[in-house]
T-cell receptor, first 115, second 112 residues
């Protein structure tokens, strides 16, 4: 089944403890992206990647890192999480660039709580 | 900076009615606009994508229009059904760098 998977789905952690949220897609998609969704603020793009070893900042990249060493994986790294990073995180992938009209496929989301 | 606004924030209508969801954006220099659906606790599903050169797109009971010069898009849902209950988000792609800006969504509830 074609899908985008995220792990973990739920995570409660403490301030400053490094964590990684994994994202994997099995559709050989070139484009992958991370978003966070917050009440009252909507969905905001954190980072995106147009291919292996190519990553760019979205709207709210501060406090996050990403890497794209393999086509299928796009992990989101929080080196020193803070409570303002408590949010619902979504990973998405697309066959090609969004500017080319490609459709995004979203993962199920990861709910992160930083205390 | 681009701002995307969706009005209303929430809407309840009886089953069977036709309805319109609105999306407006402040910078008309968009590459495309996309409408998504989000069910509670789940990710987004793409519904319709309109390129900046297009005026509308249709899929089944859904029709999305785009007026780039006035910074507006509408999503028309015909003959609404309880299964249409969800949050609908619009998003604009600003330039060829693939940065995407979302509205905050309209939460739609179809009353049986």
């Amino acid at each position: 089944e074609a899908q985008v998977t995220q792990n973990p789905r739920y995570l409660i952690t403490v301030t400053g403890k490094k964590l990684t949220v994994t994202c994997s897609q099995n559709m050989n998609h070139e484009y992958m992206s991370w978003y966070r969704q917050d009440p009252g603020l909507g969905l905001r793009q954190i980072y995106y990647s147009m291919n292996v070893e190519v990553t760019d900042k979205g709207d709210v990249p501060e406090g996050y890192k990403v890497s794209r060493k393999e086509k299928r994986n796009f992990p989101l790294i929080l080196e020193s999480p803070s409570p303002n990073q408590t949010s619902l995180y979504f990973c998405a992938s697309s066959p090609g660039r969004l500017a080319g009209g490609s459709e995004q496929y979203f993962g199920p989301g990861t709910r992160l709580t930083v205390t | 900076k681009q701002e995307v606004t969706q009005i209303p924030a929430a809407l309840s209508v009886p089953e069977g009615e036709n309805l319109v969801l609105n999306c407006s954006f402040t910078d008309s220099a968009i590459y495309n606009l996309q409408w998504f659906r989000q069910d509670p606790g789940k990710g987004l599903t793409s519904l319709l994508l309109i390129q900046s050169s297009q005026r509308e797109q249709t899929s089944g009971r859904l029709n999305a229009s785009l007026d780039k010069s006035s910074g507006r898009s509408t999503l028309y849902i015909a003959a609404s059904q309880p299964g249409d209950s969800a949050t609908y988000l619009c998003a604009v792609l600003m330039n060829r760098d693939d940065k995407i800006i979302f509205g905050k969504g309209t939460r739609l509830h179809i009353l049986p």
